[in-house]
């Protein structure tokens, strides 16, 4: 916990103005400028055998390659090897270098962190469909149907909406259709149909 003392040695706000310029490599021009040039460079940096030896093992670990290629393309920009446009253009070339090494190596390396499995939404989800199934399971063995009780057809109705809730997120992002009595109500000054 922080000491009301620590505050005190705190830089103040806008101290980082008062420095001299350019004293962080980030704050000068970078040294490579050029996207095949700034690729060739982590290439060649990966593609020695020891490296990879030791990337081998790092990915059969289970590490993901989406947060290595992060980290290895941030401090190139913090060491001012270049800028953070050429970083988000070479990253995903620098991914598939490694992807395809590593399935030389036989290795099935994780593209990324993310585990719909552990996904906070995706489990409370699942979670939830247990319980509507378990609740809809006991009422069929009580002879309870959604037409007779309507707290099963509200059970029923929850759990058919679970279910169809990814179609329907695939829906939204479509762009809808203007409704036909809209289209028709068109015709100001300058719509293009003939009156």
Known sequence: M????DFLQAPIPGQSLTDSPKNYPWERPPQMVDVEEVTLHYINRLANQDTMDDLAVLFDGGMP???????VTTLG???GLHDIDVKIIVSPVIHEFIKAAMQQY?????????????????????RLMTAIQLALAEA???????ESDTGVALLQEVSDTLGAAPQEEQQEDMPAEPAPEM?????GLMSREAV
């Open 106 to 126: 036989g290795i099935d390396a994780k593209d990324d962190t993310y585990d719909p499995r552990k996904d906070p939404k995706e489990r409370e989800k699942r």
């Open 183 to 187: 289209a028709a109500a068109s015709r």
């Open 140 to 146: 069929k063995a009580q002879d309870k149907t959604p």
């Open 77 to 79: 920009v913090s060491e």
């Open 2 to 5: 922080a000491k009301p003392e």
């Open 65 to 71: 390659i989406g947060p290595f290629v992060e980290a």
